[in-house]
């Protein structure tokens, strides 16, 4: 298996196997890690593949997937009657199957239920898989908040602690930019992280329910009327906008909430 074991130096949440690799369960080597292979006289030992399993299981453990998106995956992803969707879906594939040689993120845009984050973690989890790098998800509003509260007196972790991982992975998703009004802080913050990833060719992958032009506000209002008012540029800025279109090919989404889809079909709408 092509696995890129370099790739665990790189800092994160905790990215080493605290196990050592080692599988107490596995049958095939019985927790050893090693099976032994005999070739006529000569005894040789390999690696059992019970390690690189665990391994790719403690960096999808620690990327931070929540509970909800843990079993996102390209494929369940139902693209039928849906043309955006479907390309979105080929525009990920793309991605997965060119990483590690991609230059830019991707940005989702999208309505709300579209699979836009259901996306982003399918691809996440994709590369973890093909190349062991590490790679951390992150709703935008939760490291804005971590490192809000960093700056409590009683706090027990630094700055820094936040941080370092999100500059540092190889692959960050970023979920819901522009969730959050900006203030300077947060607009700082956001471009600090954002800036330093692209200075040091860090992939970057996000989400964002706003529209990024008047344009497309005006077209995503013809059949959502209950979006906000507000288009990406207006919740983060020119500055920071322009910074997205260098860093992220953008991928419109456009569709029905599955959410509401999905709800209305199990218990049996009467609308
Ligand atoms: N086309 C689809 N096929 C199967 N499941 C879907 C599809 N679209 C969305 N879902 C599921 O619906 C739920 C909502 O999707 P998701 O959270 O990815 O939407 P989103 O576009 O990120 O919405 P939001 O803008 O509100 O964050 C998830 O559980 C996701 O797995
Ligand atoms: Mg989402
Ligand atoms: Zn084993």
């Avoid at 050592?20 to 596995?26: K, T, V």
């Avoid at 390690?51 to 990327?63: D, F, G, Y």
């Avoid at 909430?257 to 709800?263: A, E, F, M, Q, V």
Wanted: aromatic fraction near 8%.
């Amino acid at each position: 298996m092509s696995m890129n074991v370099t790739s665990q130096t790189d800092k994160s949440r905790d990215a080493k196997p605290s196990t050592g690799g080692r599988d107490s369960a596995c049958v095939a080597c019985g927790g050893t890690g090693w099976l032994i292979e005999t070739q006529g006289t000569i005894e040789k030992a390999r690696r059992c593949d019970c390690v690189s399993r665990r391994i790719m299981e403690k960096l999808i453990s620690n990327a931070g997937i929540p509970q909800r998106y843990s079993d996102c995956c390209i494929d369940t992803l139902n693209a039928k009657g849906n043309d955006s969707l479907r390309a979105a879906k080929k525009v990920a594939q793309k991605f997965i199957d060119d990483y590690p040689a991609v230059t830019a993120g991707l940005l989702f845009i999208g309505p709300p239920g579209v699979g836009k984050t259901h996306l982003a973690v399918a691809i996440l989890k994709e590369i973890v898989h093909k190349t062991g790098d590490t790679c951390i998800f992150y709703d935008y509003r939760d490291v804005l908040k971590q490192i809000q509260e960093t700056y409590n007196k009683e706090s027990q972790a630094s700055e820094m602690a936040i941080l370092e991982p999100v500059l540092t992975c190889r692959l960050l998703v970023l979920d819901e930019i522009g969730a959050r009004r900006v203030t300077d802080w947060a607009h700082d913050t956001i471009f600090y992280i954002l800036n330093q990833r692209y200075s040091n060719s860090r992939i970057t992958i996000m989400t964002s329910n706003f529209p990024e032009s008047k344009l497309s506000y005006d077209k995503a209002m013809q059949t959502h009327r209950d979006l906000d008012e507000y288009t990406l540029v207006d919740r983060i800025g020119i500055r920071l906008d322009s910074r997205l279109h260098e860093m992220c090919r953008f991928v419109r989404i456009e569709g029905e909430d599955y959410r509401k889809r999905n709800i209305q079909e199990r218990y049996g709408s009467t609308g």
